[in-house]
């Protein structure tokens, strides 16, 4: 029975997106609309935050219920840490995550309508290619000086555009070649223009805002000085924030502590500013099954479930202090992908050993990988069952999934047949050697501290072998394991994931473009201009220019579902299984709102602490 209804909640949370995310945009009346009935089967309805203006300024204000204020909250990242809390440059998970909760953006998006919602922003209005942001007036920095238009300008133009740090969000905006412009109007209203409609515009507003008064000296330096600005290394008081809560300490592979922000804009429905906690905390554990002991040892408030781990907490919730919650299926992906890098090094070395070039540049190789995968396996021993098989390159519950792309069973018969119509054969003794009489040998990496990728990466390893390959798995630490990825491109297959969006797939633009910074199966290195694409390679591109510029969702759908044709057919990302996202939660904390675009904690300012201790 457990199951069971675990199956209803995905073919709701499906409908549910049906119903809710098709609306336009762009249509700000959706925004508040919280009727679905699918929507009340799921997920308690959130109420969206309201603007009033007390003295000037102009709040937002908390329309969920007053709670205490004071306490802290305990989260947990696994691995070693973040790389940079500067959000400009981080170009992993755990950066982004632990910088992005200082800095807020002009929207947001609504964790149920998917909507875009005001923060720093108090209103938008879009005009043809013009889209006007009503900055609210009234705002300070954690320091105390004004948040106004020229932070914005300065944020988009001299950041952004510019290229300083992470490239993705600047990447995401190229249309045509050319980038939107940003002007200002006066201090608290700025234009931006786009040279075309540009459907996914709007969504990347949601990007940080920069204090111009902080960040202007470090970008006057240049891009190697901004490269290591507000590193892990800067002192927390040198951080002027616009966030619910400002950087207090960092302590290396142990911990991050934060501070509530003084001057956030949120207030409560009796006016006072929020957030209700005192502090925020980021445990940095080595691995997951040292995260679950800590939870378990009430070290931790929040965590994420692995499948193996649910049916033992819920039975544990009943007579413990915490609740589960299941958000549904998981907007990201997880994957196998092989190296397809055919350049070489400042050096003329390869950054890939020509022969196994060779193996993986081979579409019969890669749909050989692909058949040889048995993924209900990985579903039913890794996820206990709690997920689904992946196909696509659009999550499971995106309004973009194509759903003529069907699901297959592992097929070793077909994958042996693929890899013969190559040249492979087998000696015997079983061993893989490829037409010129090379064994087929490679490395399988996977970040090392996530035991479900750990685990993963043993039954794809032994799915290989049954075709003879010789697998040599190597779990790495994950900030390695990136630098491998982006920046030497030494490595020969993968395994791994990425987040995404079910509302707007114009977001994976930098993963499936041709120059894109995490186009990681074919990576470029930034000085190559040599046009040796595959074909399919120069569709995609065309796809994301062509589905970005298409404003209606049934022309938009046309082009999504023509890149996901390509990914399914041409095996560059091998994807493996899409699990149900499940967390808990301490009883303790109050308005709580799950959610499957926000997780737990997405209104963090709005928590708080039911009977705190004075």
Do not use: C
């Amino acid at each position: 029975m457990k199951k069971a209804g675990y199956v209803v909640l995905v073919i709701l949370t499906v409908l549910f997106l049906k119903t809710f995310l098709h609306a336009d945009i762009y249509d700000k009346s959706a925004m508040n609309n919280s009727t679905s009935s699918q929507q009340e089967l799921l997920f308690r309805e959130y109420p969206t935050q309201i603007t009033k203006t007390e003295n000037g300024v102009d709040y937002s204000q908390s329309q969920v219920e007053t709670g205490n204020f004071g306490g802290t909250i305990v989260f947990s990242t696994i691995g070693e840490g973040p790389k940079t809390f500067n959000p400009f440059n981080a170009k992993d998970n755990i950066s982004a995550t632990l910088s992005e909760v200082m800095y807020d953006g002009l929207l947001g998006t609504h964790p149920v309508t998917g909507q875009p919602v005001p923060k720093l922003a108090k209103d938008f209005t879009v005009k043809g290619n013009d889209y006007i942001i009503y900055l609210r007036k009234g705002l300070k920095w954690s320091d105390g000086k004004p948040i106004t238009a020229d932070d914005v300008v300065f944020t988009w133009k001299n950041i952004i555009f510019d290229g300083m740090g992470n490239t993705s969000t600047r990447d995401s905006m190229i249309i045509d070649g050319k980038l939107p412009t940003v002007t200002k109007i006066d201090d608290y209203t700025v234009k931006f223009t786009t040279p075309k409609p540009f459907a996914p515009f709007i969504r990347n507003l949601s990007s940080p805002i920069a204090p111009k008064h902080i960040f202007e000296p470090a970008v006057k330096k240049g891009t190697e000085y901004f490269d290591g600005f507000l590193s892990t290394n800067t002192p927390p008081n040198k951080f002027v924030t616009s966030g619910a809560f400002k950087i207090k300490e960092y302590v290396p592979a142990q911990r991050v502590v934060y501070e509530r922000n003084p001057n956030y804009y949120v207030i409560n429905k009796e006016d006072k500013k929020l957030p209700y906690l005192d502090k925020l905390v980021y445990l940095i554990v080595g691995d997951v099954n040292n995260e679950v002991l800590k939870f378990e040892g009430g070290e931790l408030d929040v965590i994420g479930l692995q499948g193996a781990n649910v049916s033992r907490f819920k039975e544990l919730e009943k007579h413990s202090n915490f609740k589960v919650y299941n958000m549904g299926p998981s907007t990201g992906t997880m994957f196998v992908t092989m190296n397809l890098n055919n350049r070489k090094n400042d050096k003329g070395e390869y950054f890939v050993n020509p022969k196994k070039q060779k193996w993986f540049r081979d579409k019969n190789f890669r749909q050989a990988v692909d058949f040889a995968i048995d993924r209900k396996n990985i579903v039913f021993n890794i996820a206990n069952g709690l997920g689904a098989p992946l196909y696509t390159a659009e999550s499971l519950n995106s309004i973009y999934l194509n759903k003529n792309l069907k699901p297959y069973e592992k097929n070793i018969k077909k994958s042996e047949a693929l890899l013969a119509q190559s040249g492979f054969y087998k000696d015997k003794k079983g061993k893989l050697f490829d037409k010129n009489g090379n064994l087929v040998e490679f490395d399988l990496y996977t970040n090392a501290g996530n035991t479900e990728r750990e685990a993963i990466g043993v039954m794809v390893k032994q799915d290989l072998e049954e075709l003879g390959m010789k697998v040599n798995f190597k779990p790495v630490e994950f900030n390695t394991l990136v630098n491998k990825l982006v920046n030497t491109y030494d490595w020969d297959m993968v395994i791994m994931g990425l987040t995404g969006s079910p509302i707007e797939p114009n977001g994976g633009k930098n993963v499936w473009m041709s120059d894109g910074t995490l186009h990681m199966f074919n990576q470029r290195p930034a000085n190559s201009n040599t046009d040796d694409k595959f074909v399919w390679e120069k569709q995609l591109d065309k796809l994301f220019i062509e589905g970005a510029l298409a404003t209606k969702f049934e022309d938009r759908k046309r082009y999504y579902d023509e890149y996901q044709r390509i990914a399914y057919e041409e095996k560059p990302f091998v994807y493996l299984y899409s699990p149900l996202v499940i967390s808990a939660i301490r009883n303790k904390f109050k308005n709580i709102y799950p959610s499957m675009l926000g997780g737990l904690t997405h209104n963090i300012e709005e928590i708080y602490i039911k009977d705190i201790k004075k």
